[in-house]
């Protein structure tokens, strides 16, 4: 089962599959986004539309209110004592002289009412919708619409009214077809519809009116409501919802196209990039096949002495056209696929091959061999490096190896594993020692010889940096632990004198000298 898993997944783990998968999920889920996002732009659009159209309707209709309330307060001024023939043509005079007004009354002392022309009477007004505005008294009635003889519209202070028409409404707001401006109270109960034609809200209107969102959507309707003024009142837009639908339909086509093409993208640039990772997958493994890998040793100097006591070694890739890969560039590659654990075994068998000799012949030196996590999971170098040193008479205690805290995940494994190297007589180091995140409490448990303190400490003595007192802490825990400390990437001469008075006992660096190959570094050893 799980091998089948594992065929099914490396099936997968292709460019053009992978690709593929990534392009199918990412279109997924940018079309569901572009789905929103289409009608959310759609509706923003036509908030902004209707919100053009809301505003010119109410400074219309506040210009029309206005100017019929000026009206009446011009017509308070008006004293009347007797309602004859001259009063009521005194009155008509005036209503010529008013905008949108068909009609005029004046209040006189005895409570009688005297007309421009004839009004209803308090009795025929209950047939009329009422609203009450500050001191102003608001009438209308939309069946009188078609009835010209009788004023649709009437307003009505203290002791004055006038009489308009909701005709007047639809001239001067001159709404566009498809569209119906109402007047309501917040309950969206009461209402005033300028087009004349209706006298009661609809359940959506009502809804409308006191929605959270300024813009609602319900039947085959649109509603634009607006905040509404000092009285309560607000006006709804009320438009059909097909301009609202063809702008989702083209936002949402809009964002379509565009999600699929990124998705598109997305999944073609994960195909070159996995195909990037295996076409270097691939070339890894031709290259330990043809033996295109090779190791450099870098001298390990006594700081004291500065004699040589053995080296690190560091593996190299030179290609078929001669170039040399670093090994930062494939290791953290070869981590990734596993190809780790056979660059190991080659360091290791290149090590015994081109300086198995040096070593039989200066028993006190050694060299060291970095492990990486997958070595120490799996231990397959544990076999074939024993069998190796002996076929060569290399004692283990000159092979010593490197781990990382990084290689130490599972530190119950790790300490088993160099529990058992160090009983086959090899020595354990700490490499790049307090870069990781545990250094301090794996310590006192696992079988360790020898703490490598990181270049970047190394850099840091004697400056200002916050991590200038690490490499000294270093030290003095090392001999405190019964450990040697072999201190990296020493440049500078000041350096080495500087970490021989702290007490590290090995250095290694550039001051003493670059990776050399193996036979520049048995010159070497026979100069040092
Ligand atoms: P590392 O194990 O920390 O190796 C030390 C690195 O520091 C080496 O780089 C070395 O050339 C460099 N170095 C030494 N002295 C100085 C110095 O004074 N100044 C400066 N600037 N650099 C110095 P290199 O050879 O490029 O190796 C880089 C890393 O690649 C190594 O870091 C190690 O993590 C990995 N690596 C190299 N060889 C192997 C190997 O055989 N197996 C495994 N698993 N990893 C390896
Ligand atoms: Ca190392
Ligand atoms: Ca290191």
Not at 169 to 195: C, H, K, W
Not at 357 to 373: C, D, F, G, I, K
Request: hydrophobic letters at 45%; charged letters at 20%; aromatic letters at 8%.
């Amino acid at each position: 089962m799980n091998d089948q898993w594992t065929r099914f997944w490396r099936w997968c783990y292709r460019p053009w599959p992978l690709g593929l998968l990534v392009a199918v999920l990412s279109g997924l889920l940018l079309l569901s986004g572009a789905w929103h996002l289409g009608s959310w732009q759609a509706r923003q659009a036509e908030q902004q539309r209707l919100g053009a159209l809301h505003a010119e309707v109410v400074r219309r209709t506040s210009g029309l209110f206005s100017g019929l309330a000026g009206h009446l307060q011009a017509l308070g001024q008006q004293r009347i004592e007797h309602c004859d023939e001259n009063a009521r043509q005194q009155l008509r005079t005036l209503r010529r002289g008013m905008l949108y007004v068909q009609a005029v009354a004046v209040r006189m002392a005895d409570g009688q009412w005297c007309q421009s022309l004839p009004l209803p009477d308090e009795q025929s007004l209950q047939a009329y919708k009422a609203w009450q505005f500050d001191s102003v008294r608001l009438w209308w009635n939309p069946q009188q619409l078609n009835a010209s003889s009788e004023p649709s519209l009437m307003l009505q202070s203290e002791r004055v009214q006038v009489a308009s028409s909701l005709r007047y409404f639809q001239d001067v707001i001159a709404l566009p077809e498809g569209y119906q401006a109402l007047l309501t109270d917040a309950q969206g109960q009461r209402m005033l519809d300028y087009s004349g034609l209706r006298s009661a809200t609809t359940a959506a209107e009502q809804a409308a009116a006191h929605s959270p969102q300024p813009l609602s959507v319900a039947g085959q309707h649109v509603y634009l409501r607006g905040p509404g003024d000092k009285n309560g009142m607000r006006l709804l837009l009320v438009a059909d919802d097909s301009r609202l639908q063809e702008a989702t339909r083209y936002y949402q086509r809009l964002f379509s196209v565009g999600a699929l093409l990124f998705s598109v993208l997305t999944g073609w640039l994960a195909a070159l990039l996995i195909r990037h990772e295996q076409s270097l997958e691939k070339a890894l493994s031709l290259a330990l096949r043809r033996g295109e890998l090779e190791v450099d040793y870098q001298p390990l100097v006594d700081l004291q002495t500065r004699r040589c006591v053995g080296a690190e070694a560091l593996v190299r890739w030179r290609r078929a056209d001669g170039q040399r890969v670093r090994p930062d560039l494939f290791i953290p590659q070869a981590e990734d696929s596993g190809q780790i654990c056979a660059i190991t075994q080659r360091v290791i068998e290149l090590v015994v091959a081109e300086v198995g000799e040096l070593l039989r012949t200066h028993p006190q030196l050694y060299v060291s061999v970095n492990l990486a996590a997958a070595d120490i999971a799996g231990a397959a170098f544990v076999e074939p490096a024993r069998r190796l040193l002996r076929e060569a008479g290399v004692a283990p205690a000159q092979l010593v190896w490197e781990v990382t805290e990084r290689g130490l995940v599972d530190v119950e494994l790790a300490t088993r594993l160099l529990g058992q190297l160090r009983a086959d007589g090899h020595r354990i180091a700490i490499d790049d020692f307090g870069t990781g995140y545990s250094s301090l409490s794996y310590l006192q448990q696992l079988p360790v010889d020898v703490l490598k303190i990181d270049k970047s400490f190394v850099d840091a003595l004697g400056t200002e940096a916050a991590s200038s007192p690490v490499a000294p802490h270093v030290i003095e825990m090392a001999r405190d632990l019964g450990l040697k400390v072999i201190a990296e990437g020493v440049e500078h001469e000041r350096q080495a004198v500087l970490l021989a008075e702290l007490g590290a006992q090995i250095g290694q660096g550039w001051l003493f000298a670059k990776p050399l190959d193996a036979q520049s570094f048995r010159a070497f050893v026979e100069q040092h």
